[in-house]
């Protein structure tokens, strides 16, 4: 390995690492070079499922009630995916049951790690909907242990003392930074 330097900083600009070697020519003919093609990608799906959505504030005052759902988005996707409507939502609580499916080609490209960005949202018929609360979950460590057992992964999280595929999405803020703001169950 070596530091990559650019002449207007002292600070290295990144890390190079290779393999060298350099061989007679009559070695370098019965010795077949390393095949370094990355891998080809292969299809995977992404599957969330949003079973409630609880402690989400209420955004109609006059009514003291949501029309709550919730969207998926999945970076290197094309369009989002969203639930239906729970109409009339007292106390911030909705239930749904329902599934989004992303289609995904693993590895993924190189650079940003892939998200899924769930968002929790009031639905109004005379104005723009109101974005209660949202949440990104970074996926680069599920991506990369599907592709290596070329199987199913489901995400697990320690619920009281046990390990679970079913749990809360926390402590989810406004998109405008303020506190949290509201919970979904399941995420998988």
């Not at 996707?77 to 992303?102: C, E, I, L, P, Y």
């Not at 999280?157 to 809360?168: D, I, N, P, R």
Request: glycine fraction near 6%.
């Amino acid at each position: 390995m070596r530091p990559l330097f650019n002449e207007v900083s002292s600070n290295p600009q990144g890390i190079l690492e290779m393999f060298l070697e350099i061989l007679p020519a009559a070695e370098s003919a019965r010795t077949p070079m390393y095949n370094i093609k990355p891998p080809d990608p292969l299809p995977f799906e992404l599957r969330v499922i949003v079973w409630t959505v609880e402690d989400a504030p209420i955004m109609d005052q006059l009514t003291e009630q949501n029309d709550l759902y919730v969207t998926g988005i999945m970076d290197g996707v094309k369009g989002s995916q969203k639930t239906d409507t729970h109409f009339r939502a007292k106390d911030g609580k909705g239930n749904f049951n329902w599934r989004m499916k992303f289609p995904v080609m693993l590895p993924f490209p190189k650079g940003r790690p892939p998200r899924l960005r769930l968002q929790i949202w009031d639905k109004d018929f005379f104005s723009a909907n109101d974005a209660i609360c949202e949440a990104n979950i970074s996926l680069a460590g599920v991506f990369k242990e599907a592709f290596k057992k070329q199987d199913i992964v489901s995400v697990r999280q320690m619920v009281e003392g046990k390990l679970s595929t079913e749990f809360w999405l926390t402590d989810m803020p406004r998109p405008n930074g303020q506190a949290p703001q509201g919970r979904i169950q399941n995420f998988q």
